[in-house]
C-alpha cells in the first residue's frame, strides 16, 4: 500500500493505493470521490480484503477505497478545503485549489490502467445502475458487459468527471457504478453492496484474475435515464414499484388523488415514495428506456 500526499499552501490531503498482481490487464477501482457517497468506499474495502486474501491470479488490480479523504472526513460531497466538487475538475491542475491537486494526482495514478471503475452513490429511492458512454468505443460496452448488475444506461457524463476524461481522452475502458445511498449520515447500504462486490467479483473472474466461474447475468442495456415529473405540487402517491416496466400512458401514481401518466415507455429506476411534492421539485420517477438495436430502428 503506497500514500500518496497532496499538499497546498499548508493544507494537506492524502489517499492511499492498494495494488495487488503485476502485469495486464490492469483494472483499477476508485470509490469516495464524494465523500459522502460512503456505500461505494465500503464496497471498495472489502475488495481489498478479498484480493490481499486472494491475490490475481493473473493482471494487476489497483483500488483507492477513498479518494477524497477530506470530504469523507467531514461527511460532505465537496472538498472542506475549497468547496471545488472534485468530479468536476479532472484531470486537475498543479497550479490551482487542492482539489484540483488532488485530481491530477489521481489522475496520475490511474493512467496505465486498462478499465476504471469509479464507484458512487446516488438517491437513495432508486436500483443500483452504471453508467458510461457505451456507444463512443466497443471497450467500454465490453467492460460494461462483465460487471454483472442488471442495469448499464448509457450517459454523457459531465465535463470534468473522471471516468469521462479517462475514455475520451486515455482511451480507457471507463465507467461509475451509482449506488443507492444508505440515508446519509454515513449509513452503509448493506444489501447494495454486497450485491455491487458479487458484481465486482465476477468482473475480476470475467478476466482469470479470480478463481471461480462467473455467476450473475450480464446486464442490459438502456439509453438515457429520464425524469418524470407530475405536473404540479401536491400530494404524490405512487402505483408503480421501481424495477417494474411501465407503458406510455400507464397510470404511475396519484398527486391529489388525480391519476399521473407515463411519459414513455421503459423501466422505473427510480421512484419517489408518498411525498407532499413542491414546485420546485416535481420528480416523480426515472425511468430508462431499452437500447434500440439497429435492426429495431
Ligand atoms: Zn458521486
Redesign the pocket.
Known amino acids: 500500500m503506497r500514500t500518496i500526499t497532496v499538499t497546498e499552501n499548508g493544507v494537506s490531503v492524502q489517499f492511499d493505493v492498494h495494488s495487488f498482481g503485476q502485469g495486464a490487464p490492469r483494472v483499477f477501482f476508485t470509490a469516495g470521490?464524494?465523500g459522502d457517497?460512503v456505500t461505494?468506499v465500503y464496497v471498495a474495502q472489502k475488495l481489498i480484503e478479498r484480493l490481499a486474501e486472494h491475490p490475481p491470479l493473473r493482471g494487476r488490480v489497483d483500488v483507492i477505497p477513498t479518494v477524497n479523504t477530506a470530504s469523507m472526513r467531514c461527511m460532505q460531497?465537496r472538498c472542506p478545503f475549497d468547496n471545488v466538487d472534485l468530479?468536476r475538475v479532472f484531470p486537475g491542475d498543479a497550479n490551482k485549489s487542492i482539489s484540483h491537486r488532488l485530481a491530477q494526482a489521481v489522475w496520475r495514478e490511474t493512467e496505465g490502467a486498462d478499465y476504471l471503475v469509479?464507484l458512487?452513490?446516488?438517491g437513495a429511492h432508486g436500483l443500483p445502475y452504471f453508467l458510461s458512454v457505451y456507444s463512443e468505443a466497443e471497450r467500454i460496452r465490453e467492460l460494461m458487459g462483465r460487471i454483472t448488475l442488471p442495469i448499464a444506461v448509457h450517459s454523457d457524463g459531465t465535463e470534468g468527471q473522471l471516468f469521462l476524461k479517462a475514455a475520451r481522452e486515455r482511451n480507457q475502458a471507463a465507467c461509475?457504478i451509482?449506488l443507492p445511498g444508505g440515508g446519509g449520515n454515513g449509513a452503509v447500504n448493506l444489501p447494495v453492496a454486497g450485491q455491487c462486490l458479487a458484481a465486482l467479483t465476477d468482473l475480476l473472474r470475467s478476466f482469470g484474475m479470480l478463481p471461480g466461474e462467473v455467476e450473475g447475468e450480464a446486464p442490459t442495456f438502456y439509453g438515457a435515464p429520464l425524469d418524470a415529473e407530475c405536473g404540479g405540487a401536491g400530494l404524490w402517491m405512487p402505483v408503480v414499484k421501481m424495477g417494474e416496466t411501465v407503458c406510455e400512458g400507464q397510470v404511475i401514481g396519484t398527486l391529489d388523488n388525480k391519476p399521473v401518466l407515463a411519459p414513455a415507455s421503459g423501466m422505473a429506476t427510480s421512484v419517489r415514495p408518498a411525498a407532499y411534492v413542491r414546485a420546485g421539485n416535481l420528480w416523480v420517477m426515472t425511468y430508462a428506456v431499452p437500447e434500440q438495436l439497429p435492426s429495431e430502428i
Open positions: 470521490v464524494h457517497e461505494g460531497r468530479n469509479d458512487h452513490c446516488c461509475i451509482e
